[in-house]
């Protein structure tokens, strides 16, 4: 049997091979649409490999984990997959994306895509999932950059345990748009840790961190990487912390 491959790219972007099928999450290589906010990223995005096949999914409509131009290049009919409630806003935009309700499981080749409950800091202006990836006898689990929230232990019992679960770990301070607070409004690395705990995750693995920090308007956590592995070394969780474009080991 094949073995499941993971791979981490660029922010929050994931990819995960299994028997020849490609699938990717929020993938992204365009950061021109976040300088406003987010400033330059630190280092260059790598271009993502599009051949045909390839099949994505995607959290949230932010451009951030939503790159337009990548998306609309990889997919074909059938291979965009995305909560129901964004699929109008995603045809508009001339797409054809295959929609699923929370909890409603689909097949793409040899694994079983879900989406479950996530929480945008924002509120109702997006509509946010995480999703559930199972195959080759592994389950994953890419938390695209939730808050904190009250339905990790549903997805744990009616999804979990998974072997690895893709954290947003950046903690971000935002200030724009009539959104300020002195909390951050995604996952610390502590944050992160716990809600993999919950998951069940025998490992954790860092994203959503280290490519945009651009004070005030949107100001990352200090020492991300030595607070995630503490914290997830107290709790027992596997800690990765990977650049773009490395493995992420499974088991």
Known sequence: MTSISLRRLAWAGVEICLEGTRLLIDPLENADPLAPVMGKPRQPLPAVDTPAGTHALITHLHPDHYDHALVARITTPGTLGCHALIAPALREAGLDPVPQEIDQPRRIGPFTVTPVPSLD????????????????????????????????????????????????????????????????????????????????????????????????????????GQRFRTAARARGITAVLVADGDPVPVG
């Open 121 to 224: 800091w924002r509120g109702h202006d997006s509509d946010q999932v995480a999703w559930v990836v199972e195959g080759g006898g592994r389950r994953i689990i890419h938390c695209g950059d939730t808050m904190w929230h009250g339905d990790w232990w549903r997805i744990a019992r009616d999804h979990g345990p998974f072997d690895v679960a893709f954290v947003p770990v950046n903690g971000v301070i935002a200030r724009f748009e009539g959104y300020e607070a002195n909390v951050s409004v995604t996952m610390t690395p502590e944050h992160a840790v716990e809600a993999a705990a919950v998951l069940g995750a025998t490992a954790a693995c860092a994203i959503h961190h280290g490519l945009f920090h651009n004070p005030p308007t949107y100001t990352e956590q200090p020492d991300i």
